[in-house]
């Protein structure tokens, strides 16, 4: 079993930027494909990233290309979102996932631990 912890969200202007973590508890950390999701109010869980186990290769949303990114610590087991260049429609709930198989998909019903989730909030 695999418990997720995010930590690191807040408020930030436009512009400005978050680091996010998730911590991971268990031992085969490396074999989990590690995903960033968000809810805004009113809205349906969307996919923002992910990053595979084995070799790093990752897969990002057309809406946060060459701004945020992805990355993780198989030592530490932590999985980190930098988020650049912040935009008020980033604002929701961030929460991190962790899905066996290694394999990164886009879909949340495939990934089978989350975390609490952490907020977000860009000013503008």
């Known amino acids: 079993q695999v418990q997720l912890v995010e930590s690191g969200g807040g408020l930030v202007q436009a512009g400005g930027s978050l680091r996010l973590s998730c911590a991971a508890s268990?031992?085969?950390?490396?074999?989990?494909?590690m995903g960033w999701f968000r809810q805004a109010p009113g809205e349906e869980r969307e996919f923002v990233v992910g990053i595979r186990g084995s070799d790093g290769v990752t897969l990002y949303a057309d809406s946060v290309k060459g701004r945020f990114t992805i990355s993780r610590d198989n030592f530490k087991n932590t999985v980190y979102l930098q988020m650049n260049s912040l935009k008020p429609e980033d604002t929701a709930v961030y929460y991190c996932?962790?899905?066996?198989?290694?394999?990164?998909?886009?879909?949340?019903?495939?990934?089978?631990?989350w975390g609490q989730g952490t907020q977000v909030t860009v000013s503008s």
């Open positions: 268990g031992r085969t950390f490396s074999s989990y494909a």
């Open positions: 996932a962790a899905r066996s198989g290694g394999f990164i998909t886009p879909l949340y019903s495939t990934y089978n631990h």
